[in-house]
């Protein structure tokens, strides 16, 4: 039973990993980061009741606070950017390497 | 019980210290934040307090190893000193902050605090003792740093670092948080000891499962510190960012990072096992391209900025290397290469950026001639660069002389090789500029406002190190060596 859900969890995972590699805006991008790390807490929390320690339970609540931080902040960082270049297309973004 | 969880907060003042710094600086912000003229008194409370925490570090010294917090987190020499070497890195960098023209007057306060609560995020890192504190103690580091990289708000080469950096902070993040699930689920806890005495306990099937997990938990670290499949964020992050920011990223968070790494290497690979023979050669493979791709990349560059973002790279790859030889001579040739590096590193980031202020770009043609105008400062840069090559009898020389030697103790002599080829190949590239600081002809006669008779002396202290561990660095290694370097 507990192995459908590591298939689900892996499947998130890489769900959110491929998102964040292929998608082109920002906003999907930060969308399938939280894909990503909905797949891990998942996982944790299988984990724990494989085990029977309560330990990765316990990791879970802090990367739900700790991955709602970073998307706050990346957004707020998406949307210093689009005021000035009124695009969120990781395509038309890349003034650094240039 | 409960009240034995107390009695060892003692051992911890170091972190409760910067903690209050921390929020009596917000507090001091947010009432002289109109104030233009009492904002110096803010540099001198954060001076002060971490001039503090690194007195209180000193008094941590020497004591014995032990776990606190429920073996949450272990105070110990190794852990202590790195600290150290850290809270000097900050206190650079504030310097730097305060005069350098690439930060806005108005944000410089700013700047001090998150590089307070980043520093707060590197002691955790530092001495982090199971994978949660571990796991703050990477994020408490990175989510300081995306604010830190953008800082720049009118800037959008400034907020496209920061950018960058939280979209490579999170995915990395995520594929470590994945790597270690896996550990917990088949090791079946999240203390470090606790994991260390599973390893050589394992089945072949278990090892089966570890060996990707351990590859995807090197992912957060290496991110950290820019190691090579993760490093492509830190050149653009760190030419993005403004100058006393790349300084500080240069130095804090790849310190922490190192730290980290070396305690995991040491704690769980301990025993022989094929878990350490895989992580080993990972090192190895990992330590080995560092040091290259870093090199060979900086010779390219035309801006010195993103030319020391390079070579940074390649002094993590060397740092790598020393780490792989697992015993106490290598961790303290690590610490050793630390000490020296975050000298050398402020030196030149100093240099760099006062001659980027008063040009407005820090191509290596805006140093040309820099020796008849400055003659002083051409000649620490000239000192800092010779150093970061490893020319003897610079500390640079001793640093890699010891993790060399430390490699060929334990045959591991074709990255002694790799290490050694490196080398030649940097000379290239920093002795560039030393090329044209000294044989070309100067560009104009401007005098450069940064380098006031102060700034001069601030730079001269920080170059004496470069030399006194470059001479004298047996005394400084026996005293560091006296006490025990390791944790259990």
């Known amino acids: 039973m507990s192995s459908i859900y590591y298939y689900l969890s892996a499947f998130l995972f890489c769900l959110g990993l491929l998102g964040t590699i292929f998608k082109k805006d920002l ?44 998307v706050a902040i990346g957004l707020s960082l998406i949307i210093a950017l689009y005021r000035k270049k009124q695009t969120i297309y990781t395509d038309d973004i890349k003034i650094i390497t240039e | ?43 001198i409370t954060a001076i002060i307090g971490l001039v503090a925490t690194f007195a209180a570090l000193l008094a941590n010294m020497g004591g014995k190893a032990e776990a606190i917090f429920s073996n949450a987190i272990v105070i110990d020499d190794f852990s202590t000193l790195l600290k ?84 490579y902070g999170g995915i990395s993040a995520g594929l470590m948080l994945f790597g270690m699930s896996h550990i917990f689920g088949v090791i079946g806890t999240i203390q470090f000891t606790g994991i260390a005495k599973m390893v050589p306990t394992l089945s072949p099937v278990q090892i089966a ?48 990072g190192i730290a980290g790494l070396v305690r995991i290497t040491a704690i769980f690979f301990a025993v022989d096992s094929p878990l350490k023979i895989g992580w080993v050669g990972l090192m190895i493979v990992i330590s080995a391209l560092t040091m290259t791709v870093g090199n060979v990349t900086a010779i390219g560059q035309k801006s010195v900025k993103r030319m020391l973002a390079y070579s940074s790279i390649s002094h993590a790859g060397i740092m ?74 610079l500390a640079g020389f001793v640093a890699k002389y010891n993790i060399i030697q430390s ?11 790799v290490l050694g080829l490196n080398s030649v190949v940097s000379a290239y590239y920093y002795l560039k500029i030393v090329r044209i600081m000294v044989l070309k002809p100067q560009e104009n006669n401007e005098t450069i406002e940064g380098f006031g008779f102060l700034n001069q002396m601030v730079i001269v202290v920080m170059t004496i190190p470069v030399f006194t561990l470059g001479i004298f660095w047996e005394t400084v290694m026996s005293w560091a060596g006296n006490a025990k370097l390791f944790i259990q």
């Open chain 1, 27 to 70: 906003i999907s991008i930060l969308l399938c980061l939280e894909l990503m790390m909905g797949g891990v807490s998942l996982l944790m929390i299988l984990m724990s009741r494989a085990t029977g320690v309560l330990e990765s339970q316990l990791i879970v609540f802090f990367m739900i606070i700790i991955s709602a931080c970073e």
């Open chain 2, 1 to 43: 019980m409960h009240l034995n969880y107390l009695a060892n907060i003692g051992r911890y003042i170091p972190e409760i210290l910067l903690t209050i710094l921390m929020v009596g600086l917000i507090l001091l912000e947010t009432t002289y934040k109109e104030d233009e003229k009492n904002r110096r008194y803010i540099f």
């Open chain 2, 84 to 167: 150290m070497v850290m809270v000097l890195g900050t206190i650079g960098a504030v310097y730097l902050s305060r005069f350098s023209r690439d930060v806005y007057e108005s944000l410089k306060t700013e700047f001090v605090i998150m590089a307070i609560g980043i520093l707060i995020g590197g002691f955790l890192l530092a001495s982090a003792n199971n994978m949660l504190t571990f796991y703050l103690g990477i994020e408490t580091l990175s989510i300081l740093s995306y604010v830190m990289a953008s800082l720049k708000k009118n800037d959008e080469r400034s907020s496209e670092a920061g950018l960058k950096y939280a979209l």
């Open chain 2, 209 to 256: 499962i570890l060996m990707p997990s351990f590859l995807l938990f090197f992912a957060g670290i290496g991110y950290k510190i820019a190691s090579v499949p993760f490093h492509m964020w830190s050149p653009d992050v760190y030419e993005g960012s403004p100058t006393p920011v790349t300084t500080f990223f240069a130095i804090v968070p790849k310190l922490a």
């Open chain 2, 320 to 393: 790598l290397a020393g780490l792989i030889v697992m015993n106490n001579v290598g961790i303290r040739a690590v610490v050793f290469y630390a000490i020296t590096y975050v000298f050398m590193t402020l030196v030149a980031f100093y240099i760099v950026s006062i001659v980027q202020d008063k040009y407005g770009n820090d191509n290596f043609d805006r140093f040309s001639g820099l020796i008849y105008r400055y003659p002083f400062m051409a000649v620490m840069m000239t000192v800092v660069m010779f150093s970061l090559t490893g020319l003897p009898p």
């Open chain 2, 407 to 417: 490699l060929i103790n334990t045959r591991n002599y074709s990255l002694a090789v």
